[in-house]
């Protein structure tokens, strides 16, 4: 089994950092700026790690900052926190500094400039970021935060993909000396969405046909890593086998040592780094916080983890009080659990030595029998309320399962730890979906109307329900008018079976742009819906017999970016992901300039 280039976490490669063409990167991803910002202990904790990043950055030379998404925590940032990450990246991104790294960039792009090629900025440190889930664009225009920074010279912003059932993923290219690395950005997207779309075998990756051979490619990419549903993650042989590294956000758990992954006939490498906050009290958040430098030359590569001394300590056990461990007593349980928070209090400052942040510390109590925990919480409450900086959240309480099975596959093992990394999101989901099913609904659907309801509540998008609810009404009144023209005598049932069918098709890829300012206001929003979606599908068609409608190549050559002219063009060629990529069939067609290759 072949592995594309090669990675490690230590000076493997003698002339790696001394070199001068050599990339030199900092990864960081899931900052989370504005997390618990109105907590009057932990509130500047984000800005303290983020600040401390750009430092190391700035420390270490690297030639640019590389996040791999969810720079904010709140979809709408505060003021407070908006002010504050400008002030930082300003300190710390703003400056004089030569930069030795250009783009090379299609010629037909409209893409604006990155922000150190912009006359009208001084940047010193460039910052590259996708978004997040957490950032992501919604509403009005499909905008995010993230899109006000770009705007403002502060970030460059890619991996922003125009369609959700067509992914097209161009790569930024950079070059610094005679190194190249192609950047393939992957904001996030839903995750049974992305999955679908992969599986369907509609995920484009955009290749320069000259660079093809010598670029490094780097996916950056912020979905879901471990299987927390049948089809909510990234399968990995979803990822492209022509890529060397992938930088890999969104899972808050430090893994950033990279790893092999198999894909198709070869290796794919991995690199995790994790959040560089915790956001939850559970096992993934728990231990150090870092950072990575990134050095690629030609087609090795090597990860340096620095870790962030700035992260408040954070530890996390779990306890039983079983029949074999404790008595029922409510204090001898109090006076138990006090004894074991004595232990981590001092592993604290073992473990995390000169940091003088209060520790976050959670300690899971799984209970057979049932205690006063009202009596223990206040107990242990009124001892250590000055000693932690989560003192209301220590405690967890749960019952222990009447079976533990040991043989346990890794996806359950998996689920295990993150049982306490239930977000705010999978709470509303699957509390709408247990209040509502489909049977209760006849042209809605339960998944839907989480999604919209999602918007409504964590996004604050006031009118994401009445929107959704006028163009699923607008899009099955289409459907009606396409099938009474088609098939005339259907029954109600028959009609409303068939409605229901195709909406189940088309809206759930729909939600963000049906709750958009766009597609309400559009003068041919009734058009859409009466021809285009109906005209791709034949009448009462099972979804398996549909057309699929192929989106075009887009065509051009590339060339450098003002700061360096002189060089060649290049051209693009187009990878489409295909499920069987064992087969390693390779083709190739031309196509003015670009070739697609299917994989």
């Not at 750009?54 to 002010?83: Q, W, Y």
């Not at 790569?171 to 599986?199: C, D, H, Q, V, W």
């Not at 894909?263 to 560089?276: F, K, N, Y």
Request: net charge negative.
């Amino acid at each position: 089994m072949a592995t594309r280039g090669g990675c490690s976490q230590s000076s493997s490669i003698p002339d790696l950092r001394e070199s001068p063409d050599t990339f030199k990167i900092l990864l960081a991803t899931d900052i989370h700026l504005g997390c618990y910002e109105d907590d009057h202990i932990r509130g500047n904790d984000s800005f303290e790690a983020f600040e401390e990043a750009l430092k190391i950055a700035n420390e270490e030379g690297v030639d640019f900052v590389l996040l791999g998404g969810d720079l904010f925590h709140d979809n709408k940032p505060s003021r407070p926190t908006l002010m504050k990450c400008m002030e930082i990246i300003r300190k710390h991104c703003f400056g004089d500094r030569d930069i030795s790294v250009y783009r090379l960039t299609p010629s037909d792009s409209e893409e604006k400039l990155l922000n150190y090629e912009d006359p009208n900025f001084n940047i010193s440190l460039p910052i590259f970021t996708i978004h997040g889930n957490h950032d992501d664009p919604t509403g009005s225009g499909s905008l995010s935060v993230i899109d006000i920074l770009s705007i403002n010279g502060m970030v460059n912003y890619f991996g922003k993909s125009s369609q959700v059932d067509k992914v097209e993923v161009e790569p930024l290219i950079l070059r610094k000396g005679g190194n190249t690395i192609a950047m393939y950005g992957l904001g996030a997207m839903r995750n049974e969405r992305l999955y679908r779309t992969f599986s369907q075998n509609d995920v484009s990756f955009l290749r320069p046909e000259e660079e093809e051979e010598e670029a490094f490619n780097l996916f950056i990419i912020h979905q879901n890593r471990v299987k927390r549903g049948e089809n909510s993650f990234v399968k990995p042989e979803f990822i492209p086998p022509f890529m060397h590294l992938v930088f890999w956000g969104h899972e808050h758990d430090n893994q950033i040592l990279p790893t092999p992954v198999s894909v198709g006939d070869g290796t794919v490498l991995i690199t995790q780094p994790g959040s560089t906050v915790a956001t939850s009290l559970c096992d993934g958040e728990a231990g150090e916080k870092n950072v990575g430098i990134l050095y690629v030359k030609g087609k090795e590569c090597m990860i340096e983890p620095k870790v962030l001394k700035s992260v408040r300590p954070f530890l996390c056990e779990e306890i039983s009080l079983d029949d074999k461990v404790i008595d029922h007593d409510t204090e001898m349980v109090t006076s138990y659990i006090s004894a074991k928070m004595d232990d981590l209090l001092e592993k604290v400052g073992t473990t995390f030595p000169n940091n003088p942040k209060l520790p976050l510390i959670r300690i899971r109590v799984r209970v057979s029998h049932p205690y006063n925990q009202n009596t223990v919480k206040r107990d242990f409450l009124s001892k250590f309320a000055s000693k932690v900086a989560n003192p209301e959240d220590v405690l967890l309480f749960s019952k222990l399962p009447r079976k533990r099975y040991k043989n346990k596959d890794w996806e359950e093992s998996m689920q295990s730890d993150f049982e306490d990394c239930v977000t705010t999101e999978d709470s509303i989901v699957d509390l709408f979906r247990e209040m509502t099913t489909d049977q209760d609904l006849s042209i809605l659907t339960s998944d839907t109307l989480s999604n919209v309801l999602e918007e409504f509540v964590l996004k604050e998008e006031p009118n994401a329900m009445k929107r959704y609810t006028s163009a699923t009404i607008r899009r099955a009144m289409g459907i009606c008018k396409s099938q009474m023209d088609s098939v005339p005598g259907l029954t109600g049932d028959e009609m409303l079976s068939h409605v229901k069918r195709e909406l189940d098709s088309v809206l759930d890829e729909e939600v963000s742009f049906a709750c958009s300012e766009d597609y309400w206001n559009a003068d041919d929003t009734k058009a859409l819906i009466d021809t285009t979606s109906v005209s791709q599908m034949s009448p009462l068609s099972p979804r398996s017999s549909r057309t699929p409608v192929t989106s075009p190549i887009r065509r051009g050559s590339t060339k450098v970016a003002a700061r360096k002219p002189g060089l060649p063009s290049r051209g693009m060629s187009k990878i489409k992901r295909n499920r069987n990529l064992s087969q390693g069939s390779d083709s190739s067609l031309s196509n003015r300039g670009r070739k697609r290759r299917k994989i």
